[in-house]
Nanobody, 125 residues
Framework: QLQFVESGGGLVEPGGSLRLHCAAS????????IGWFRQAPGKEREGVSC????????VYADSVKGRFTIFRDNAKNTVYLQMNSLKAEDTAVYYC??????????????????WGQGTQVTVSS
């Protein structure tokens, strides 16, 4: 039915970069704000970043500001999270999620209706 497919995770050394992909399956992303979230072992899920349905508004958690960039290509039905200067504390399962709202977004998990399966990001020497 309505699904996201996350990809791009993996093992990277501290200071390295990864680009996460969130591709929609079974629906178009044109009408949805998209958020990226992460959950590390033993910790609650936290908001990382979000982007409005047409890309005009973005939000970043303080912990990733200046290092991560969210952007979208609606023609490819995909949202991306570019992750630079990665740190060990960025290690987590990363999830993308969708909410039907316009010109705005939030990084609160309870605001989102549809979730992907997650992709593992491990930052280690």
């Amino acid at each position: 039915q309505l699904q996201f497919v996350e990809s791009g995770g993996g093992l990277v050394e501290p200071g390295g970069s990864l680009r996460l992909h969130c591709a929609a399956s079974g629906f178009t992303l044109d009408f949805y704000a998209i958020g990226w979230f992460r959950q590390a072992p033993g910790k609650e899920r936290e908001g990382v970043s979000c982007i409005s349905h047409e890309g005009s508004h973005t939000v970043y958690a303080d912990s990733v500001k200046g290092r991560f960039t969210i952007f979208r290509d609606n023609a490819k039905n995909t949202v991306y999270l570019q992750m630079n200067s990665l740190k060990a504390e960025d290690t987590a399962v990363y999830y993308c999620a969708a909410q039907r709202r316009y010109y705005y977004c939030s990084t609160y998990p309870d605001d989102y209706n549809y979730w992907g399966q997650g992709t593992q990001v491990t930052v280690s020497s």
